[in-house]
Nanobody
């Protein structure tokens, strides 16, 4: 069984930083890409950043230059370093492991989310 678990959320003041972590655990053969999404109250879930197994990254325009996604392939772990946070970044942040191969199947797995609140 595969589990995706996020951590690192919390309350931070505007202009501050947070680092989110996400680990995919279980009987995993490989993962094609991992990504961070977020969902603010009353809004749809949106893609924040992605990173492929080969290290290619992509960011939403709203976070370019402020957020950095990185990974530790050996540990099936992805990080999201968030700097210069604003109230607009307040949301539940979700991690997704895509193209995950386990037990002969391929699929996407989501974490339960971690709350990020930016407020003074």
């Amino acid at each position: 069984q595969v589990q995706v678990v996020e951590s690192g959320g919390g309350l931070v003041q505007p202009g501050g930083s947070l680092r989110l972590s996400c680990v995919a655990a279980g009987s995993i053969f490989s993962i094609a890409a991992m990504a961070w999404y977020r969902q603010a109250p009353g809004k749809q879930r949106e893609l924040v950043a992605t990173i492929t197994r080969g290290g290619l990254t992509n960011y939403a325009d709203s976070v370019k230059g402020r957020f950095t996604i990185s990974e530790d392939n050996a540990k099936n772990t992805v990080f999201l370093q968030m700097n210069s946070l604003t109230s607009e970044d307040t949301a539940v942040y979700y991690c997704r492991a895509a193209g995950l191969v386990t037990g002969g199947t391929v699929g996407s797995y989501w974490g339960q989310g971690t709350q990020v609140t930016v407020s003074s």
